[in-house]
C-alpha cells in the first residue's frame, strides 16, 4: 500500500511541476507507414509520414506530413510514391528545426518509447536520411514525459481495458462513443499506403489533441478510468470539493460545540 502512495504521489507532483509553464509543454505524437525503406544495416525501418505537435497554452498547433509537404513541391497525388524519401527528409528538417527551437520545453507524449515506435524511430530515420547527426537536435531525457506511465502511477496499471490504451481512454472521456477518427497506427499506416493522407493526419491531429485534453483532465482530476487502485479511489474521494466542504463543515461545527461546552 505504501509504495501506491509513494508512487501516486509523486506522479501527482511530477505532472504538476511539468505544467507550471503552459507555453513551455508540448504535445506530441506521429504516423509511420509500412511502405518500408531498406535499412543500411540490414534492418527495416517504416517511413515517418506525419508527425503533429501542439502545446498547453494554445499557441502552437504545427503539422508536419509527406502530402503537406508533396503540395508545397507540386507533386501529383499519383506520382507522389516516387518521392517519399524527399519528402520525409523535408518533414524530418521541420521536425528538427523545431526541437532546436523548443528542445527546453517538456514534451508529453504517448508511448513513444522505443525505436520501434518514438523518438528513437524518429532519430533513426533522421541518421538513414540525412547519414549523420552531427545536425541532429536531440530532445533531453528528462524532458521527454510518457502520459500513460503518470497515469499508471496514479490509477494502477489497468486503468483501462483492451489493447489500445490511449483508443480505450478516449473513449471513456467521450461517454463510451468511439471516434471514427481515431485510427490504429497499423490502419494509419493502411490508410497512407492508400493515399487516404487526409485521414492520416486528421487521426494523429486527435491523438495529440486527446492527450492534451487528457492532460488537463488529470490535472483537474477528471480523467475518466475504466478502474483505478483502492488507495486512487481514497484520495479521489477525500479530495472532492464537496468532501472537503463537509470535512470543513464538521471540524467548524466541532469547535463551535466545543466552545459553547466550555461557557
Known amino acids: 500500500m505504501m509504495e501506491v502512495v509513494k508512487g501516486r504521489r509523486l506522479a501527482a507532483s511530477n505532472l504538476r511541476k511539468l505544467t507550471e509553464d503552459p507555453s513551455k509543454v508540448l504535445f506530441v505524437h506521429y504516423s509511420q507507414s509500412n511502405t518500408f525503406d531498406d535499412d543500411d544495416y ?81 532519430k533513426h530515420r533522421y541518421e538513414k536520411i540525412f547519414g549523420d547527426l552531427k545536425d541532429y537536435n536531440e530532445i533531453p531525457i528528462n524532458n521527454k514525459k510518457n502520459l500513460r506511465d503518470i497515469i499508471e502511477g496514479m490509477y494502477g496499471e489497468g486503468f483501462v481495458n483492451g489493447p489500445d490504451t490511449l483508443k480505450s481512454l478516449l473513449k471513456c472521456n467521450s461517454g463510451n462513443i468511439d471516434n471514427n477518427t481515431y485510427l490504429s497506427s497499423n490502419d494509419e499506416s493502411i490508410e497512407f499506403e492508400h493515399k487516404n ?14 492527450i492534451k485534453k487528457a492532460t488537463n483532465k488529470l490535472i483537474q482530476r477528471k480523467l475518466v478510468v475504466s478502474n483505478k487502485n483502492y488507495y486512487a479511489i481514497f484520495v479521489d474521494t477525500v479530495n472532492h470539493p464537496v468532501f472537503t466542504f463537509i470535512g470543513w463543515g464538521a471540524t467548524i461545527g466541532g469547535l463551535i460545540l466545543t466552545a459553547m461546552a466550555l461557557i
Open 42 to 122: 540490414g534492418n527495416i525501418s517504416p517511413i515517418i509520414t506525419s508527425i503533429v505537435i501542439k502545446s498547453l497554452d494554445n499557441q502552437i498547433d504545427q503539422q508536419f506530413a509527406i502530402h503537406f509537404e508533396a503540395d508545397k513541391a507540386d507533386i501529383p497525388i499519383d506520382e507522389i510514391q516516387d518521392s517519399y524519401r524527399e519528402l520525409e527528409l523535408r518533414i524530418l528538417k521541420g521536425y528538427n528545426d523545431f526541437v532546436k527551437r523548443h528542445r527546453e520545453c517538456n514534451w508529453i507524449h504517448w508511448d513513444m518509447k522505443n525505436i520501434h515506435f518514438g523518438f528513437e524511430a524518429i
Open 197 to 210: 493522407f487526409t485521414n492520416v493526419i486528421k487521426s494523429v491531429d486527435l491523438k495529440v489533441d486527446f
